[in-house]
């Protein structure tokens, strides 16, 4: 038996929200927008069906794509096209039949066996990131029904440098708690109002509480000479009298 090589490949993980709420007609027509929405994306990046394969997987799409396609067009199209494909396609769907998707964008990698299976850890590691709560959390709170997210690995090569078309601030850390411990990812577009600190700080909250009232801080070391000794701090932080 010949052991199967690991090939480093482009990982492209696309998944429909709330696929198994719908009826087996919904379905089969939401599979097949997702299918035409990824081929038409794909093919706008320069990703062929001869540079890439495709795992089925019902609700989702899995792509290991060649790395001669550049990371740069894979990474603008999936920024810009694809939210426009899915546009166009829920604008003439029924309530009924809205497809939103959560996608992750990695690099690593896989080895396909003779069963035409995938293995590896860092396909594991993109499938955690597709399911993990920060990106669900994203998708919930879009209106535009599409929410992204890139692994470190294309942050560092690709998403930090500051591309044509690839605008870094638009990417904030998250952190995505696993049953291997926190892994570190980025999300592209506001992050949802409340979730953890990126690479396992404390956890942020949706918004900061706002002071009210009368407000005492500082330390009190007790009187001195009917003198109060320390810093006395009346109203809003900062606010020093």
């Not at 409340?194 to 942020?204: D, E, I, K, L, T």
Request: with cysteine; net charge negative; charged share 20%.
């Amino acid at each position: 038996m010949t052991q199967p090589q690991p090939l480093f490949r482009t990982l492209l993980l696309i998944d429909t929200e709330r696929f198994s709420d719908r009826d087996d007609v919904q379905q089969g027509y939401l599979r097949r927008m997702l299918f035409g929405i990824v081929d038409r994306v794909l093919l706008s990046a320069g990703a062929d069906p001869s540079l890439r394969q495709r795992a089925d997987r019902g609700d989702a799409v899995m792509e290991l794509i060649d790395p001669s396609v550049p990371l740069t067009d894979l990474l603008r199209a999936l920024m810009k096209d694809a939210p426009g494909e899915l546009h166009a396609v829920n604008r003439l769907a029924a309530s009924s039949a809205q497809l939103r998707l959560r996608a992750v964008l990695a690099t690593g990698f896989v080895h396909v066996d003779e069963f035409d299976g995938w293995v590896g850890t860092d396909l594991n590691n993109a499938c955690r990131l597709l399911d993990g709560d920060p990106l669900r959390a994203a998708l919930r709170e879009r209106r535009d029904d599409y929410a992204l997210c890139v692994s470190e690995s294309v942050h560092t090569g690709i998403v930090a440098h500051g591309h044509l078309g690839i605008p870094k601030d638009e990417f904030h850390a998250i952190t995505v708690p696993t049953k291997n411990g926190p892994m570190g990812a980025w999300l592209h577009g506001p992050l949802p109002r409340s979730q953890p600190a990126p690479h396992g700080g404390p956890a942020v909250p949706a918004t900061p509480p706002a002071p009210s009232g009368l407000n005492f801080r500082g330390t009190n070391h007790g009187l001195v000479a009917n003198q109060v000794q320390g810093d006395i701090t009346f109203g809003g932080p900062g606010e020093r009298r």
